[in-house]
């Protein structure tokens, strides 16, 4: 199923879909007129290619420990896997901690980047885990897709002590992650919380809602993180608008 068409969902399925609508305060048939997900739409603020980088120190020989030389002869995305598996020289590193690994197809239509992942997640071995993955996959039906066929990543596999980054582990987050989605490349990038938005488009989330970006090319759009949406509930309603706005950008 490709994004915006139908999908087969069984009763509580479709339970679950409806109810993430109605706490979006979707109460009409998504819009007074049909949706063609695939046509162009109207010119929205776009913003530039490459933004702004932070300032942040440079990286020098941060990555000379990855396998092959370092991380940018990881030239495969399963060679890009297997060193998130096993490496000792990612962001965060802990010896013996359990690591938040992505899952999903190469070359998916819509990638996932989460924020941190919390300590379950990555007990979980995923970037989202618990209620915050089912509600997850509810936003990912609302646009017509099934969770196997996004790609899903964090900025980075581990936790943060502080659920802070220092400036030079930021600066490595970065370059993986834009590294990362290179090899997946995906058609739509949709970024979940703070940490992603301000890593990819230097802008904090609040800032970055509302508009397009563009990482590396591919469309993007940021919106809150799922944990956040289940904290705040008023807050599904932007995060729909958030996911209308990403599907209505050709890739």
């Keep these: 199923m490709k994004g915006g068409e139908s999908g087969t969902l069984d009763g509580v399925g479709a339970a679950s879909l409806i109810g993430w609508w109605l ?46 030389g370092g991380r940018g002869a990881l030239s495969s995305l399963e060679e890009f896997h297997g060193w998130l ?46 209620a915050a993955w089912e509600l997850t996959t509810r936003m990912l039906a609302a646009i017509g897709f099934m969770p196997e066929q996004a790609y899903v990543a964090s900025l980075a596999c581990f936790p943060a002590p502080a659920k802070r980054l220092d400036p030079r582990i930021a600066a490595q ?26 890593a990819l488009t230097g802008q904090g989330i609040v800032q970055a809602r509302g ?21 705040r509930p008023s807050d599904k309603a932007y995060a729909w608008r958030d996911l209308l706005l990403l599907m209505s950008e050709e890739p």
Excluded: N, Y
């Design 23 to 68: 706490d979006a305060g979707v109460d009409t048939l998504v819009a007074e007129r049909p949706r063609e997900w695939l046509r162009q739409s109207s010119p929205v603020e776009v913003a530039s290619d490459e933004p702004e980088p932070p300032l942040m120190p440079d990286m020098g020989d941060a990555g000379a420990s990855a396998p092959g």
């Design 85 to 130: 598996r096993e490496g000792s020289d990612l962001p965060l590193f802990q010896a013996g901690a359990a690591r938040a690994l992505p899952h999903g197809p190469a070359s998916a239509e819509i990638m996932l980047v989460a924020d941190l992942p919390d300590r379950e997640c990555a007990a979980e071995g995923r970037p989202i885990g618990g």
């Design 173 to 198: 987050c970065v370059e993986d992650m834009k590294r990362h989605i290179a090899l997946v490349a995906p058609q739509r990038l949709l970024l979940l919380g703070d940490g992603p938005a301000k």
């Design 211 to 231: 508009r397009i970006h563009r990482v590396d090319h591919v469309p993007t759009v940021a919106t809150f993180h799922p944990r956040q949406l289940l904290q």
